[in-house]
């Protein structure tokens, strides 16, 4: 049952060989001592799992291992995505409270012309209530 799967993989190994000489290699970036200790132990354990088949048959990191590292690449892939939607989503937030309260000479043309527009009113306004209070039409 494993020899199928371990020649398919060489198989696509070959071919992407093939096909990568095509492009050129981008340049090797050496890894940080955490991503080696974590490499070997995942090394490790997949070594574990492949040799004896009574990790598999318990349990122990089989199955329940493989789906729980699913999980956890998947609730990464899902904070990654939703770590870059808020940054779009603040960005534009940001992007429109900066057009709506930025100062531009439209809206200072536009307080110079209805600013004294609106002291008229507010003086006629002052002016109608004194009329109306002091003759009590209103009353």
């Given at each position: 049952m494993l020899t199928p799967t371990i020649f398919t993989l060489v198989i696509l190994a070959c071919a992407l060989t093939h096909a990568s000489r095509k492009f050129k290699a981008a340049p090797?970036?050496?890894?940080?001592s955490w991503q080696k200790v974590a490499g070997a132990i995942a090394l490790i354990l997949a070594l574990l799992i492949v040799?004896?088949?009574?990790?598999?048959?318990?349990g122990l990191l089989g199955d329940t291992a493989f789906f729980d590292l699913l999980v956890?690449?998947?609730?990464?892939?899902?904070?990654?995505?939703?770590?870059?939607?808020?940054?779009?989503?603040?960005?534009?937030?940001?992007?429109?409270?900066?057009?709506?309260?930025?100062?531009?000479?439209t809206f200072a043309m536009f307080l110079l012309i209805f600013a004294p527009v609106g002291n008229v009113v507010t003086s006629l306004h002052k002016l109608a209530n004194r009329i109306f209070s002091d003759c009590d039409c209103l009353a």
């Open positions: 090797f970036r050496p890894f940080t040799l004896n088949p009574e990790f598999l048959a318990l956890f690449a998947i609730s990464l892939q899902l904070q990654g995505i939703g770590t870059r939607a808020w940054r779009s989503v603040s960005a534009g937030i940001s992007g429109l409270v900066h057009w709506l309260f930025a100062p531009r000479p």
